[in-house]
């Protein structure tokens, strides 16, 4: 089983609507958790920290649930620029390295 | 201040020949961590490095992959041998020595790998 997992998806997604997914991570030792933004072919990025109480970044809420280990991410009034692959990714109490889901494509059309 | 700098940005080499990556972490970071990336695949972890110092290499191969990451210049990432599996895109990032867990990582822009 990996250790993160993801829907892969895709997501098609109408603009302007509200679209949602999961990440279940199987290490009760994750203490840490984020999630990255991958355009095709490039580098991912940040997009944002997830905080156990949530967290909220303009169209972006995160949201952790330790007892049932998953993490969601929730986009509204979904735009044509946020078509990317999502990445969840967790990182243990010890030690610095991330890992990585394998991604959930999202695709928003007009 | 610059990013995470990744050179070559395209590498082509044929079956057996030697490949070798390069990564300059962002300034004021001594941490560095590979990542390869297949074809239609998420991240994988290779290596963590600090300054001369292999952390976790639990991620890389055990035959024909190196990594390093010297006291001076940038950190380099060996494969000897490529064979045509080895293409993917290496992804290399940096952290500074404190406590990363709110900011993530700051990834390179990538080498692209292309053996034929």
């Known amino acids: 089983r990996k250790e993160v997992e993801q829907d892969p998806g895709p997501f098609n997604v109408p603009e302007g609507a509200t679209v949602a997914f999961n990440c279940t991570y199987s290490?009760?030792?994750?203490?840490?958790f984020f999630w990255y933004r991958q355009d095709c072919r490039k580098e991912p990025k940040l997009l944002m920290s997830v905080y156990s109480s949530g967290n909220e970044d303009g169209r972006f809420t995160a949201q952790l649930n330790r007892a049932s280990q998953y993490i969601s991410l929730l986009i509204r009034d979904s735009k044509l620029s946020d078509s990317a692959t999502y990445l969840c990714?967790?990182?243990?109490?010890?030690?610095?390295?991330?890992?990585f889901g394998g991604g959930t494509r999202v695709l928003v059309k007009p | 201040n610059a990013g995470v700098m990744q050179n070559p940005r395209h590498l082509v080499r044929r079956r057996g020949q030697e490949a070798r990556l390069r990564c300059s972490p962002m300034k004021g970071h001594s941490h560095v961590y590979w990542y390869r990336q297949l074809p239609e695949e998420g991240l994988k972890f290779m290596v963590y490095l600090q300054k001369e110092n292999i952390i976790d290499e639990s991620g890389m191969p055990k035959e024909r992959f190196s990594a390093e990451f010297p006291k001076e210049g940038p950190s380099i990432l060996r494969i000897q041998q490529v064979v045509r599996g080895d293409s993917a895109a290496y992804f290399c990032?940096?952290?500074?020595?404190?406590?990363?867990?709110?900011?993530?990582?700051?990834f390179g822009s990538g080498t692209r790998l292309t053996v034929v």
């Open positions: 990032a940096s952290s500074p020595p404190n406590r990363l867990d709110n900011y993530g990582y700051t």
């Open positions: 290490n009760s030792a994750s203490q840490s």
């Open positions: 990714v967790a990182i243990k109490a010890a030690g610095n390295k991330l890992t």
